[in-house]
């Protein structure tokens, strides 16, 4: 691929003379008010690119359980659940409750306090690798900060990484997942920081192998366990099987990125699901139980790189690291009751359940619509390949890797994507724009039939305009 291949629409999306687009006008009147009024505040009149809609997306009021409102009051079965954050959907009573009495007792202290340890505790309780944790507070600041101990433990300087993963948006991986696959600087990166960064296919470990056996500057590999964009390409356990004796041959570490995956696959993430231990893993979303919080955890000589004690004591440069909101009491409750739920029930459960049921809904109704779509998705949540080339695959082919990165990532018809979203918001469901979506808890019968409808008169629309054949 191209440095400037990318599967990113382009911006604007030209959705002219599509009588599906004007009834979702007309039906979000209230929505287009706000958005025009975003624009003059805002880039693109957004503030976090996943929210980018066109010709606008919904301003949403409140929210409780699978649902949200907006505000022209149409009610939407809810997915995307604060990008992947509320496996428990909207405003769970356990961890509302642990929250608002913590706002009583203060929102920060500039100190330590206990609900830290106990937070720090739940982790190392549930997530194989953390013999050592040190929170943040967003998946960017993880990542950014796995990579720079790594590139202090082992005293190399390059990061191996795989096209298409999502690590966050800081320098060191802002190219490589939407575009610069080749390893280019995206605009903005110095061309230096871009070059200490190697790209690799996923699910190849030949030509892994290659990269960690010809290069003695490898310092880390990082990856997402489950594929790129949740599962949207997936990762087959004996490539990561492969890629943890790699690491241990040529002393890379192998990092796992479970800001969205920690916690869905399996109480201890898909490192338990698979059996397959990092050296470091980073996780995010519900670690947090919804509200800002995030953490690198791993082995506990690899994050000594930070205790003041131990540089002491080695004679080595400390790693520098702060942040005003490092566990914050409120955050620490939210998470120590999110947890709690996690550990003690069978929510993950729950969830790949509702998801696999989502998803052989979805595939009944697309073979009896005659469309050559295919929904699939493992761990609790669900894509839809638009599969634009029509070919003759099925859920069980993609989810066992038959299929390419580029393949599963084929550009498609922008518009056409663009309106599948909108088709269904039009229906009253919303999912993220890949399209798919991770699932919750929440989640109930009636939303699965609800969600399963909304794609099936998506599809007619479609139809009706010529859009679709």
Request: charged share 15%.
């Given at each position: 691929m191209s440095s400037q291949q990318t599967t990113q629409p382009p911006c604007p999306i030209n959705l002219d003379n599509s009588p599906?687009?004007?009834?979702?006008?007309?039906?979000?009147?209230?929505?287009?008010?706000l958005a025009k009024r975003a624009r003059k505040i805002f880039p693109t009149g957004i503030t976090h690119d996943a929210r980018y809609i066109e010709p606008h997306g919904i301003y949403v009021t409140h929210a409780d359980g699978s649902h949200k409102w907006d505000v022209d009051g149409n009610k939407y079965v809810d997915y995307p659940g604060g990008h992947g954050a509320l496996l428990l959907?909207?405003?769970?009573?356990?961890?509302?409750?642990?929250v608002q009495t913590q706002l009583g007792k203060g929102m920060h202290y500039g100190a330590s306090h206990e609900l830290e340890l106990e937070w720090g505790e739940r982790v190392q309780q549930l997530i194989p690798c953390a013999e050592s944790i040190r929170f943040n507070n967003?998946?960017?600041?993880?990542?950014?900060?796995?990579?720079?101990?790594?590139?202090?433990?082992?005293?190399?300087?390059?990061?191996l990484r795989f096209q298409g993963h999502f690590h966050g948006w800081h320098d060191y991986v802002s190219g490589g997942f939407l575009n610069h696959y080749d390893g280019t600087a995206p605009r903005g990166v110095p061309v230096g920081t871009a070059q200490t960064i190697l790209h690799t296919p996923p699910n190849d470990?030949?030509?892994?192998?290659a990269i960690l056996r010809g290069s003695n500057d490898i310092a880390a590999m990082?990856?997402?366990?489950?594929?790129?964009?949740?599962?949207?390409?997936?990762?087959?356990?004996?490539?990561?099987?492969?890629?943890r004796e790699l690491a241990t041959e040529t002393g890379t570490l192998l990092i796992f990125d479970e800001v969205i995956c920690g916690f869905r696959c399996s109480p201890g993430g898909a490192q338990q699901a698979y059996g397959i231990t990092p050296d470091m893993a980073t996780l995010g979303k519900i670690i947090a139980g919804g509200m800002p919080g995030a953490a690198v955890?791993?082995?506990r000589d690899i994050l000594a790189g930070m205790d003041f004690r131990q540089a002491a004591q080695d004679g080595a440069e400390k790693i520098?690291?702060?942040?005003?909101?490092?566990?914050?009491?409120?955050?620490c409750a939210a998470g120590i009751a999110a947890l709690d739920i996690v550990r003690d029930t069978d929510v993950c459960q729950q969830a790949i359940d509702y998801g696999d049921a989502l998803i052989n809904g979805l595939n009944e109704m697309f073979t009896a619509e005659g469309v050559a779509w295919i929904a699939y998705g493992t761990f609790g949540g669900f894509h839809v390949f638009l599969n634009p080339q029509q070919l003759a695959t099925n859920r069980a082919e993609i989810e066992a890797g038959v299929h390419s990165y580029a393949t599963l990532k084929a550009p498609n018809d922008p518009a056409l994507a663009m309106k599948v979203r909108l088709g269904v918001l039009l229906h009253g469901v919303d999912i993220q724009g890949w399209p798919g979506s991770p699932v919750s808890t929440a989640h109930t019968p009636e939303d699965r039939e609800q969600t399963i409808d909304a794609f099936r008169q998506t599809v007619g629309l479609l139809r009706e305009e010529g859009a679709l054949a």
């Open positions: 599906l687009v004007d009834a979702y006008c007309k039906k979000t009147a209230g929505s287009i008010v959907g909207h405003n769970p009573p356990a961890v509302l409750e642990a967003s998946g960017t600041e993880a990542t950014m900060l796995a990579m720079r101990l790594a590139r202090a433990n082992t005293g190399r300087e390059k990061i470990l030949a030509a892994a192998a990082i990856l997402e366990p489950t594929g790129s964009t949740w599962g949207q390409v997936p990762i087959q356990p004996t490539f990561l099987q492969g890629l955890v791993g082995r520098f690291h702060m942040g005003t909101f490092n566990a914050t009491p409120t955050t």
